[in-house]
């Protein structure tokens, strides 16, 4: 029993050392800006303005079999793995989309940076692109992504939004906000584009 109790004291007073250098690292960790539109049940409404991301795609349409890879492309990219050699802050969430036998990562540019401005990527891999303003349909998850979760939130998503009887654009994709190596309060999401005229009053 004290033994137990030894053990309990142990994790609670590792806790109370980790949380706050957990959150304070997120805290700082730029994100990428968006509009909260409101929710409805367990799903979220928001509006992304354009914005600058760098992609890599390869054939692997898993996300166990093509995240990491994707991942060390596009971190050689901003860690200064480009022609001039600088180095670009990482931001969050890491967006990924797995679907027609393929998969596609992509990292968020930081503010300030356009198509003009960003270092040209060495690896012939990876796409600089700006994407369009979107609205998207939302629900967050906790824990370690896997291949099953995401597609089982995929499949929660695609219910609640039918309840709802909002029609989605059918672009279902993994938003991931942690580094590899962060162990506690992960936070993922899968997001679909809706229409402008689809989301709720609020």
């Not at 690292?25 to 409805?40: D, F, N, R, S």
């Not at 968020?108 to 990876?126: D, F, Q």
Request: charged share 20%; hydrophobic share 40%; no cysteine.
């Amino acid at each position: 029993m004290k033994r137990k109790l030894l053990i309990l004291s142990a994790v609670i007073l590792l806790l109370i050392i980790l949380v706050p250098s957990i959150t304070s690292i997120m805290a700082k960790t730029p994100q990428q800006p968006y509009k909260e539109l409101g929710k409805k049940d367990e799903v979220e409404f928001r509006y992304y303005p354009q914005a600058v991301m760098a992609s890599v795609t390869n054939s692997d349409p898993t996300y166990k079999g093509s995240s990491n890879k994707n991942f060390r492309v596009l971190a050689g990219y901003i860690f200064g793995g480009n022609q001039s050699s600088n180095k670009i802050a990482m931001t969050a969430p890491v967006h990924m989309e797995m679907q027609n036998g393929q998969s596609t990562m992509s990292f968020v540019m930081p503010e300030g940076y356009n198509l003009n401005n960003l270092p040209k990527p060495s690896s012939g891999a990876i796409d600089l692109h700006t994407t369009p303003e979107e609205y998207v349909a939302v629900i967050r998850f906790g824990g370690w992504a896997s291949d099953e979760k995401i597609e089982r939130k995929k499949g929660e998503l695609n219910e609640l939004l039918s309840k709802l009887g909002i029609q989605h654009h059918n672009n279902f994709r993994f938003l991931g906000y942690n580094a590899p190596w962060d162990f506690l309060f992960r936070r993922n999401e899968i997001v679909v584009g809706i229409s402008k005229e689809a989301v709720p009053a609020s």
